[in-house]
């Protein structure tokens, strides 16, 4: 499974999954590539049990979306944007990670706004993994 643009959905969906699931957080802009999470995110990760300090960015590559089962965006414009660069094969692996909405962004806003983003991203995961959280 592949969590587009959220380090803490890849941590939060792996945690409910437990071992049997792969999860992969990757971004569309090559300037996160290598790059920590957010400090902002990681605080509100680390206020709901998480550590996502040892999180380094990465670009998508066709081989990601290749290997993925399932590809989750976190907003209709980073799925646009997938829909447009992964091939028609991959088409129906791609969905909003919410479902129905966009996971709002919280990048250039206080605190309040992490940590609403993350609770909100936590909860996402009963949508795609049938386990309670661990």
């Not at 990757?26 to 400090?39: R, S, T, V």
């Amino acid at each position: 499974m592949e969590a587009f643009g959220s380090p803490f959905a890849e941590d939060a969906l792996a945690r409910r999954g437990g071992t049997g699931l792969e999860v992969r957080s990757a971004g569309l802009i090559g300037k996160w590539q290598d790059q920590p999470a957010n400090e902002s995110m990681v605080n509100a990760a680390r206020r709901l049990g998480h550590d996502l300090t040892g999180h380094r960015g990465q670009q998508i590559t066709l081989d990601m979306l290749d290997w993925a089962e399932t590809v989750l965006a976190m907003d209709t414009a980073v799925l646009d944007t997938l829909r447009a660069i992964c091939g028609q094969a991959n088409e129906p692996k791609l969905a909003l990670y919410l479902g129905d909405r966009d996971v709002p962004d919280a990048m250039g806003k206080d605190h309040v706004a992490f940590n609403d983003c993350a609770v909100l991203i936590e909860a996402g995961t009963a949508l795609h993994v049938g386990q309670p959280l661990q």
